[in-house]
């Protein structure tokens, strides 16, 4: 069981060095090769960072941890938003969350939080008959968003966005930077994944080991695959601090945060859904 601790505490530091310092300087480096806005990269940064997630709601619904896969994602969830409000408070950005867009979207991410939460206390299964609903949702949900920012920050993001980019130097091989920053994501998210799956393994056998409860295990679960995450929420609010912008700073956080926790309960939940069905 030592080797199983020191495993899992080797593996818990990886994820934070590799989404610190890997993944959110190839998210910078895609944004100002291909002049994303602030919206989509927050919306490729919560893809990313659900790897995780996906890793070990397959693996627990393959086992025949349906159970942990959903408490997985409801702590991954409800943790995504502890430390987005976090990343809000301590980057003192709470005036900023008032524009009409931001709020919409959390609401949105509230209901990613409560609506599981209601499935199992209404003791509703989670069967191949609930992932046509899911899916739907998930595209009422980024429905919303996207004419949500349409009509509250259009205008306002299109200036900033317009200053930073008279600010910014023009990329050089630009072609290259693309290309280079995308297969280098696509490696990050794949060591997440391996990452992922070795420490969703020793948190297991440590479960096991010290007769750990299921649900305990999902929470557990949860907290850790949610460090991408935290990181970040602080780093896209720390980077438009510099440009003076700190509305595009939460406009990115807030979209991370949306896509991550709406790919959780919609998406990689659905996936678990029908890898339980076929494999248990």
């Known amino acids: 069981m030592l080797l199983e601790s020191i495993k899992f505490l080797i593996n ?15 998210l910078r480096k895609l944004a100002e090769a291909l002049n994303l806005s602030a919206k989509t990269v ?15 709601v397959s693996f627990s619904a393959i086992t025949g941890l349906v159970s942990a896969s959903v408490y997985n994602i409801i702590s991954s969830n409800v943790i995504n938003f502890l430390q987005y409000s976090a990343s809000i408070f301590m980057n003192h950005n709470q005036k900023v969350i008032k524009n ?21 206390l209404v003791n509703i299964e989670f069967s191949l008959s609930i992932v046509p609903v899911l899916i739907l949702l998930c595209v ?19 200036q900033i966005q317009e200053k930073i980019e008279q600010e910014k130097k023009w990329v050089k091989g630009k072609t290259k930077v693309v290309v280079l920053s995308s297969f280098y994501l696509l490696l990050t998210s794949i060591s997440l994944y391996v990452i992922g799956n070795a420490l969703s393994h ?13 649900t305990m295990l999902g929470i557990a679960l949860g907290f850790i ?22 509305l595009l700073g939460v406009v990115e956080a807030t979209n991370n945060l949306f896509t991550s926790n709406v790919l959780n309960l919609y998406v990689i939940q659905s996936i678990g859904i029908i890898f339980y069905t076929l494999f248990s």
């Open 225 to 246: 695959t949610s460090i991408p995450e935290l990181i970040t929420f602080f780093e896209s609010q720390k980077h438009y601090r510099k440009a003076k912008n700190d």
């Open 12 to 26: 818990s530091f990886l994820i934070v060095i590799i989404a610190k310092y890997i993944l959110v300087s190839l």
């Open 202 to 214: 020793s948190l297991a056998t440590l479960a096991t080991f010290f007769h750990i409860p299921e």
């Open 140 to 158: 009422l949900f980024y429905d919303i968003n996207y004419n949500a920012h349409q009509l509250y920050l259009k205008k306002e993001n299109s």
């Open 42 to 56: 927050g919306n490729i940064a919560g893809i990313a960072t659900s790897v995780p997630e996906l890793l070990t």
């Open 100 to 120: 009409m867009a931001i709020r919409i979207d959390l609401i949105l991410v509230s209901i990613t939080i409560l609506f599981p939460i209601l499935l199992l």
